[in-house]
């Protein structure tokens, strides 16, 4: 707590000294949490739709961070506060300085960019409230499972569940809303990268970037929910079944190579086309400090997690695998820091601000902290809890 504190002042000091390098240190980590948990939101949709052992083991986990999505909104304040100085784009000016990029002006306007984020939250909330409002309990009927909503059992006495099959859907409106939650998640999260990130460069165009970072959010959710299942003690059961840990090993697996493969040819389109307004995100990232990351982020983000996905003796280690999780959560960080700070075309300019250090600490600290109390919620926390 109290470096929670001293990080809130630090972070203060910066917001009157560097305001601009600030509040882009500010997004790189407030967009942390909020791939933790709109990522979180996107696996619980999953869940309704397929089932699976491994939403049976991550769902409480899930609830949870999905559930805080309100207080990540509550974190973007600041930045919203300070968006017109680290955008260009505030500058109505700059866009008639570059041939047929004045008629993205409209799109470009402050008020038009506040409001689409607005929506992007009042989407995102709105759908944790109604997959997030559901608890799965267990039942000798229908194989053991059954779906209820959490205000109606925790309201009943005991552990009384409803037997109507109309209510054994993890959210409301069943598997057809959770399919569209998903469409709308999907087109959220493209437009909030493109707003957020990609348009830290106006001229920077590229159809990829918000799949990009939908992925690596998703990547983040499911190592922090292995992390959870490993090592959070009301989980940790079913780190002892073997079945159950290889699936999400193996998952953790198929999103390491899903955000590899959109990395890669992200990188690949960029680059091959060789024009100056897309090839220069890459050139500003192999600058200066950032060329010594950009292989850190291709080793540690998904070489050294691949070979060691693909060792079984490996993947029966509950302490290896959650050691691992925890590891992309931390690459994660410096992949955020690497997409936000380094300026498109000026490699004069590292990015790097004293102010990453307190910023990371705050947001993680109030983050930690309500993570914390929902997880000593005694009602929230079940472990005899079932997927579908």
């Known amino acids: 707590m109290l470096a929670t504190l001293a990080a809130v002042l630090g972070c203060a000091v910066a917001w009157t000294l560097s305001p601009q390098s600030f509040f882009k240190v500010w997004l790189a980590a407030a967009m942390f949490p909020w791939s933790i948990s709109i990522g979180s ?15 049976q083991a991550a769902w ?9 999505m309100p207080l990540v909104a509550l974190m973007f304040v600041p930045f919203l506060c300070g968006a017109r100085k680290i955008y260009p784009w505030a500058n109505s000016d700059i866009l008639l300085q570059v041939e047929n990029t004045e008629n993205r002006q409209w799109l470009f306007q402050m008020p038009f960019y506040i409001g689409r984020t607005l929506l ?3 989407v995102w909330i709105v759908l944790s409230w109604l997959v997030g409002g559901r608890r799965m309990k267990t039942s000798p009927s229908a194989g053991g499972r059954i779906l ?37 998640i999907l087109l959220t999260v493209t437009c909030a990268g493109i707003d957020w990130v ?6 920077f165009v590229s159809t990829l970037f918000g799949a990009l970072i939908g992925i690596g959010a998703m990547l983040a959710a499911l190592s922090a929910a ?44 960029m680059w091959s086309g060789d024009l100056p307004f897309e090839a220069g995100f890459y050139v500003a990232r192999n600058s200066g400090i950032w060329g010594w990351i950009t292989p850190v982020l291709s080793l540690g983000g998904f070489v050294i997690p691949f070979v060691c996905l693909f ?29 936000v700070l380094p300026t498109n075309g000026d490699t004069s ?31 929230q926390c079940q472990t005899q809890e079932a997927a579908p």
Not at 60 to 68: D, F, G, M
Not at 241 to 258: I, S
């Open 41 to 55: 939101l996107a696996l619980m949709l999953i869940v309704c739709l397929t089932g699976g052992r491994w939403g």
């Open 60 to 68: 409480p986990w899930l609830r949870i961070n999905a559930r805080l």
């Open 120 to 122: 992007y939250f009042a």
């Open 148 to 184: 209820t909503n959490s205000a109606t059992s925790e309201a009943a006495t005991g552990d009384a569940v409803a037997e109507n099959p109309a209510t054994d859907h993890l959210i409301m409106g069943g598997p057809p809303v959770a399919g569209l939650g998903l469409i709308a």
């Open 198 to 203: 990609m348009s830290l460069d106006p001229f």
């Open 226 to 269: 292995v992390a959870a299942v490993c090592f959070w003690s009301p989980l940790q059961a079913a780190s002892t079944e073997e079945k159950v840990m290889g699936d999400l090993a193996n998952l953790l697996l198929a999103f390491l190579m899903l955000w590899a493969y959109f990395s890669f040819a992200h990188f690949l389109i």
């Open 311 to 339: 060792s079984h003796d490996f993947k029966r280690s509950p302490q290896k695998i959650g050691a691992l999780a925890l590891f992309l959560l931390f690459i994660r960080i410096v992949e955020l820091w690497w997409m």
């Open 349 to 379: 300019h590292s990015g790097w601000h004293w102010s990453m250090v307190p910023a990371v600490i705050t947001v993680a600290g109030i983050y930690g902290w309500a993570l914390s109390r929902m997880m000593q919620r005694p009602k």
